[in-house]
Each structure stands twice: as C-alpha cells, then as structure tokens.
C-alpha cells in the first residue's frame, strides 16, 4: 500500500502552512524587514525627503515590527539649507539694491547740480578779475550767473518729471542755489556795489529757512510756495542786473527789482517760519495721539 506523506495528508506540518497570515503573504524575517523599512526611509537623490514616500502608501511588510518606529516624514517642504518651510531672502539683494540706488545718483538732474556748483568758483574769478569793473569780465561772470540759475530751473523739473529725484540732489541742489548766489552778493557788496545790509538780509534768511527745514524735517516737509518761486527768480534777475556794468536808467530799474527782491525775501521767510510752527505743532499732536493708542 503507497503510504501518503504527513504533509500532504494534511500532517501537523501542512496545518501550520494552511494557518499562515490571514493577508496570504508569508512574513518576512525581521532582518529582511529592517533592511527594506531601511531603504524606504532612506533620503532621496535630491535630498527632499524619503525616496517615493510621496508617492505610494508603504506596502504591509514593510511596517516596523519588533518595536521598531521609522522616522516620521517631514510635512513641511525642505529648502535644501537644512531650515525645512522656511523661507530666505536671496542672498546679495540688499547689495544688488543699494547699487541701483547709488547708480541713480548719476542722472541728468545731478549732473546739472554738479555743474551749478563747478560754476561758482568760475563765477567769483571772472566778477574779481582785473579788479572787478571790467566790463568784458563782468559779461562773462553774468553768462555764468545765468547758466547756473537757468540750470536750477531745469534740474528740479527734470527729477520731478522722470522719477530721478535722489538724497543727494536733496542735498545737492539747495546747497548749489545758496553758494551761486552767495557768491554774487558777497562779491558785489565787496565792490561797493551792492549795500552789505541787502547782502546780509538776503543771505540770512536763506540760511535760516534752510536750517528750519533740516529741524523740522522729522515733522514733514515744508512745499515751496508760489512766493518762494517768485523771490528765487526776482532775486535772480536782481542780482544778474547788477552784475552786468549797467548805466541810466538801467541802474536805476534794477534798485527797484532789488528793493522787490528784498521784501519777497522777508516776507516768504516769514511765512515759512509761520508753516514750521504748524507742521511742528502737527507732528507732535500726531505722535501724542499715536502713543496714546498704542499704551491703551
């Protein structure tokens, strides 16, 4: 009689294969599954994260057995400098800003104040030269008065106009104005022709209104007026009169455009002391009524 083998007939052998996993899988060894959660939790190529996690559930023998616990993934995206989600601003780009920014600063508009200011010393030589009452040098000095005042005309209306406006023409520009004319009233009042009163009334309240809006800037800017506009260009024309070697009744007009120059002068000054008051009084009212909202 053939005999059946035990396993075949269902021996204690083949009982223990027919109660296997309920999945139909046979379970691998525990090394086997520590080497394949291994290599599933292993970083990348690129270094995003774990190989493939993203995209497929892992299988069911690849789970942790024997206590083991694989490294929860990261929800968060790394950016590859070790800070994962976070994010940084590239590296150079204030530099590369600041750069623009100082590049700017040679413009037309700039260029035209640097010029108004190369003008001055130019502008002294040529009213002093061979004594100051050359008719020839006095005609040459008023063409310089009068190319740097037309460029202060246009300077400012150029960086309004095309967006060119910079700290330094901020700077620059008054600076220029106040030395040109400086210049020309003290060399004129130097050879006797031009009171020193006239010279030291115009000159301080320049000097003065420019320093009150380097005070109250922390307030806000004081607009230049219509009357400010008006007395820059009446002091122009006044003080290229008397450069020119003029005589009759054209020395007699420009004592009158002088004298108007000389009450614009007083008056536009006043009235800027008067908008200082204001923006001050302004600012400090704003920032009590800031602080009182921030400590409330």
Same mark, same amino acid.
């Given at each position: 009689? *053939? ?23 046979? *379970?691998?060894? &525990? ?11 292993? &970083? ?13 559930? /892992? ?9 083991? $616990? ?16 976070? $994010?940084? /601003? &590239? ?155 003029? *005589? ?19 008056? *536009? ?20 009524? /800031? ?6």
């Amino acid at each position: 009689m *053939t005999g059946v083998p035990a396993s075949a007939a269902g021996g204690p052998s083949g009982a223990r294969r027919a109660t296997g996993p309920a999945s139909g899988g046979m *379970t691998p060894a &525990p090394g086997r599954a520590l080497a394949r959660e291994a290599r599933d939790t292993a &970083p990348g190529a690129s270094g995003e994260g774990p190989a493939r996690r993203d995209a497929a559930p /892992a299988p069911a023998d690849a789970r942790p057995q024997d206590g083991v $616990t694989a490294p929860a993934a990261s929800s968060s995206p790394d950016t590859g400098d070790g800070q994962g989600g976070s $994010t940084r /601003a &590239p590296r150079g780009a204030k530099i590369a800003a600041a750069a623009v920014d100082q590049a700017s600063v040679w413009n037309i508009a700039n260029l035209l104040t640097m010029l108004r200011l190369l003008l001055v010393p130019a502008f002294v030589m040529l009213m002093l030269a061979d004594g100051g009452y050359d008719p020839a040098w006095r005609s040459l000095a008023w063409a310089a008065f009068a190319i740097a005042m037309i460029t202060d005309l246009f300077d400012g209306h150029l960086a309004r106009t095309y967006n060119l406006v910079t700290d330094f023409g901020k700077i620059a520009d008054p600076i220029a104005d106040k030395a040109i004319m400086g210049a020309a009233l003290i060399c004129l009042s130097a050879l006797g022709d031009l009171p020193w009163w006239v010279t030291g009334v115009i000159l301080g309240r320049e000097l003065g209104i420019t320093l009150l809006r380097f005070l109250v800037i922390r307030y806000g800017v004081i607009p230049a007026s219509r009357g400010g506009k008006l007395k820059t260009l009446t002091q122009g024309v006044a003080v290229g009169m008397y450069v020119l070697a003029l *005589t009759g009744w054209l020395a007699t007009l420009r004592w009158w455009v002088m004298a108007a120059a000389v009450v614009l002068t007083v008056a *536009t000054g006043l009235d800027y002391v008067k908008q200082a008051i204001v923006l001050r009084r302004q600012g400090i009212a704003e920032r009590k009524a /800031a602080l009182e909202e921030t400590e409330a």
